[in-house]
């Protein structure tokens, strides 16, 4: 079966950081480009980051740039979000999602994982 | 960034109904977008890629078409479980954009 598992969420402080995980299984994850998308309750998603196969090239959307970083290991099968300098506005289910080959839509999403920036 | 516009941001139909929900697109993005739909508490799940092009596994009841800026989702007889939020999602270009979502409520 094809899966994706985010990990690593939780409550923050503003300013503090956390490192998102997700587990792919079920397709050969070396080949897919990734992303993580978000939701902020009540929100429509919002892209944060995509990277290609071999780790680069990586691209994040200007709310994040600076502050996350994303990365990738295929030998275990593993796609990581490092957060830093959290904010309010960065409290969200956070999802990763599988690329289609050649186009850039998700057809294969995790659960989610819910990240809460708040003193 | 390529903004993208749904329109209506809600609506009630009632199951058999035809349903139409509109996306277009800021800038001319070709056939680059996606439909989504999206159930309270679970992931987005693709329906529709390219426009017009149906994903695996989903309904023929599903169709989408459009090009340049203006873009459109049907569902042309409604069922229970279509009652959702739906989304487009632009991917011509980075940074990746989705519209504001369509909530379909029952009549």
């Known amino acids: 079966e094809v899966q994706l598992v985010e990990s690593g969420g939780g409550l923050v402080k503003p300013g503090g950081s956390l490192r998102l995980s997700c587990a792919a299984s079920g397709f050969t994850f070396s080949i897919y480009n990734m992303d993580w998308v978000r939701q902020a309750p009540g929100k429509g998603p919002e892209w944060v980051s995509s990277?290609?196969?071999?780790?680069?090239?990586?691209y994040h959307a200007d709310s994040v740039k600076g502050r996350f970083t994303m990365s990738r290991d295929n030998a275990k099968n593993s796609l990581y979000l490092q957060m830093n300098s959290l904010r309010g506005e960065d409290t969200a289910v956070y999802y990763c999602?599988?690329?289609?080959?050649?186009?850039?839509?998700?057809?294969?999403w995790g659960k989610g994982t819910t990240v809460t920036v708040s003193s | 960034d390529i903004q993208m516009t749904q329109s209506p941001s809600s609506m009630s139909a009632s199951v058999g109904d035809r349903v139409t929900i509109t996306c277009r697109a800021s800038?001319?993005?070709?056939?680059?977008l996606a439909w989504y739909q999206q159930k309270p508490g679970k992931a987005p799940n693709l329906l529709i890629y390219t426009a017009s092009i149906l994903q695996s596994g989903v309904p023929s009841r599903f169709s989408g078409s459009g090009s340049g800026t203006d873009f459109t989702l049907t569902i042309s007889s409604l069922q229970s479980e279509d009652f959702a939020t739906y989304y487009c999602q632009q991917a011509n270009s980075f940074p990746i954009t989705f519209g504001q979502g369509t909530r379909l409520e029952i009549k």
């Open positions: 990277i290609g196969i071999t780790g680069s090239p990586v």
């Open positions: 800038q001319d993005i070709s056939s680059s």
């Open positions: 999602a599988r690329v289609t080959d050649g186009l850039h839509y998700s057809d294969v």
